[in-house]
């Protein structure tokens, strides 16, 4: 009995051993899998996309990349309306010469800056010197005749002369005067030096005079050419009042009042965005467009502007503002659009941080954005060609996975 009862504990003991062992192999091989799934879960963290690409700084020019801060754009509610450049009509001038001639000198070229007053060109004519010749001849005449007519007074005064000839001698004289005048005037309006004329210094040539200061527009002569009296030669602009005409329709005239903020683009250039206020609401009806001209002064620069430009405007009906990026700074991916924030820059490089952003109301080439961190007020943003930093990203993190 007491052998069978030692088998029996015997018997016990192995089989708690083998069990124990077991559980101790079952336990070690599930930690080992568990230590192999937090590798792999590990090694997958550390495969995250990569959301930052460096650039050189001469890359930016050569793939079209340009960098700005966000702009503060009214997009909701406004009216769209189009027009074009205008100048008023004193800031326009066509110049052409009093009398014809032959083009002897041409000084400016278009685009150039000119004086009122300002010789541009100069033209010959022999009439000119007959002309100076007359005033001279006039001159002395009427030197002469003034002389006779205050003698013939005073004789006439004493009964020594007629009454009749008294005033043939006046009427001869006030002719004289009137003459004079007019070939001085006649001088005056051609540009002529009448303190040199008068000294004895004849001229060939006559100026032809910038009437207003501005910018070379237009130049139709050239040296040698013949142009008749009153012909074209040169058109001159004063940028400095280029305002807005805009074509509002009548049903929405009442919404405008003087004073509203306006934002428009130029056709040949959208992405560029351009501000302007409404000074004068036009008090005459086309009938044949069904609109009334307004008027809007821009705001800030106007470099690049030029008078009969077309343009596409917003009048805004309410001040909601929003920050804005123009449609060229977003990228889209899977239905997420995205943006390039500038994080570092040195003497050659920078750095870009693709973050995600939300899309808002878009028009005239401007997109609302939402952040879901604040940014920093002058944070420099990719404004023009994200298309293109993306692909350098999406380029880079294809390369690192092949490596």
Known sequence: MKNILKISTLLILILTIISCGNNESKHTEGDDHKNE???????????????????????????????????????????KVNGQLELPPQNMASVSAIIGGRV??????EGDFVKKGQIIATLNNPEIISMQRAYLAAKSNLTYLEKDYGRKKELEKDG????????????????????????????????????????????????????????????????????APEQEMFEIVDN????????????????????????FTLSTRPNKMYEAEIFALGKAFDLDTRSVKVHAKIIGTHEGLLTGMFVEARISTDSKLVAALPDEAFVNEKGLDYIFVQIEKDEDDLVLEKIQVIKGVSDLGFSEVQFSNPMEKNILIVTKGAYYVNSELNKGEFEGHDH
């Open 37 to 79: 799934h937090s590798e792999e879960e590990g090694h997958n963290e550390g495969e995250e996309t990569p959301n930052k690409v460096a650039l050189k700084l001469n890359q930016l020019e050569i793939m079209g990349i340009e960098l700005g801060n966000l702009s503060q754009l009214n997009l909701g509610a406004s009216l």
């Open 104 to 109: 002897q000198s041409v000084a400016v070229v």
């Open 160 to 227: 020594i002369t007629s009454a009749r000839a008294f005033q043939e001698a006046e009427a001869a004289y006030l002719n004289a005067k009137a003459d004079l005048n007019a070939a001085k005037a006649t001088l005056n309006l051609m540009g002529m030096n009448i303190a040199a004329i008068e000294k004895g210094v004849i001229v060939a040539s006559i100026p032809v005079i910038a009437p207003i200061q501005g910018f070379i527009q237009k130049i139709e002569i050239n040296i040698g050419k013949s142009v």
């Open 240 to 263: 400095n009042f280029l305002h807005l005409g805009l074509n509002v329709f009548e049903k929405d005239i009442e919404k405008l009042s003087i004073g509203q903020k306006i934002a």
